[in-house]
């Protein structure tokens, strides 16, 4: 029988090969590289089998999605291109579907993973978007598209420009300029990940608590409001990483 810190320990440590900064969290891996092959099998089979007369529900919700997310790329970015709208789309159903792991019983999959594995010791997180790797991934990638398309649209020179003739347009302020929109760039991508990350790993340290700290029978006065809450909380956050995505990208995508 695991004591409240053991349990809560148990529950934060991820299933892992190698050690320190080589290490690798398999767990996340698994279950973030899963849900991205269940988004892109589930909406690719809606496509083929679309029809027009009277959809079906899936359908239906996978419209309802793709012009939720249609309509925020062209109230946000208003270049042309068409990678936009397809990376918003994968963002926003990608890091819902990671999220909604969290919903998930606290000790279902862990318990599961356990059985078969037939070690008692065996660990596994099954929120990817509660991993600082995941989430510091995604925004990095965004990141590195940021870099491609404001060099992309203002060349190599116009992009230097950029980065030390602004906000003080005088080469007396160069280095000023410099330090100051170098730290804003980077900043982009790492508040882009630890906002998501934070909130995920907050709402997962909560989950625990409750099933650390009450008897199973009395666990779902807490947990059924808190899960309740909380997928407003998932699709937020997707939503904000979606959005942040749109604007970084038609911020890089400007001309001037």
Known sequence: MLTPQEYISH?????????????VNIDSMIFSVGLGLLFLWLFRSVAVKARSGVPGKLQCFVEMVVLF???SVRGIFHGKSKLIAPLALTIFVWVLLMNVMDLLPIDYL?????L?????????RVVPS??????????FGVFFLILFYSIKMKGVSGFIKE????????WAFVPINLILETVTLIAKPISLGLRLFGNMYAGEMIFILIAAMLPWWSQWF???PWAIFHILIVTLQAFI?????IVYMSMASEEH
């Open 11 to 23: 529950h934060l440590h991820h299933w892992q090969v190698g050690s320190g900064f080589w290490a």
């Open 69 to 71: 997310v249609d309509d």
């Open 110 to 114: 862990p318990q599961l993973a356990q």
């Open 116 to 124: 078969i594995a037939g070690d008692h010791a065996q660990k596994l």
């Open 130 to 139: 509660a991993d600082v790797n995941i989430t510091l991934s995604m925004a």
């Open 163 to 170: 980065l030390t003739l602004q906000p003080f347009n005088h």
């Open 222 to 224: 807490l947990n059924v």
């Open 241 to 245: 990483f979606m959005v942040l995505t």
